[in-house]
């Protein structure tokens, strides 16, 4: 539900003036690497406005995705560090859980297995 209102209120918006901004300037621009020779420059590109206007959209998000997912490093590894100190543990406490199982078969052959109240634990 509340993705669909911020779909509503955020990329809809968005949405609707990149669309009037590609209407609006659809003028064909040149794009020029070459400063020293306006002219006639060794590299050039000819397309409409808005075509840049999209992909200056395009490699802000790139840039921007990049620059959280470097910045969020520290917390992948913590979560990673975390999950496997838990799977170290948990393997302990099967282990544990087995030994105590032997411990009270040699101390209580009588006994088939632990009683239910320990077995939760």
Do not use: C
Request: aromatic residues 10%; charged residues 20%.
């Amino acid at each position: 539900m509340i993705r669909k209102l911020i779909f509503l209120f955020v990329a809809l918006p968005v949405a609707v003036i990149l669309i009037m901004l590609s209407v609006a300037n659809r003028a064909p621009v040149r794009f020029s690497l070459d400063p020293f020779n306006a002219a006639s420059p060794a590299f050039s590109l000819t397309l409409p406005f808005f075509v840049y206007l999209f992909l200056a959209l395009l490699a802000g998000m790139v840039l921007g995705g990049a620059a959280t997912w470097l910045t969020q490093g520290k917390h992948r590894k913590k979560v990673r560090t975390e999950r496997s100190e838990a799977v170290r543990w948990q393997s302990e406490a099967v282990q544990q859980k087995k030994r105590a199982e032997e411990l009270a078969r040699e101390l209580h052959p009588e006994l088939k297995s632990l009683p239910s109240s320990e077995k939760a634990a």
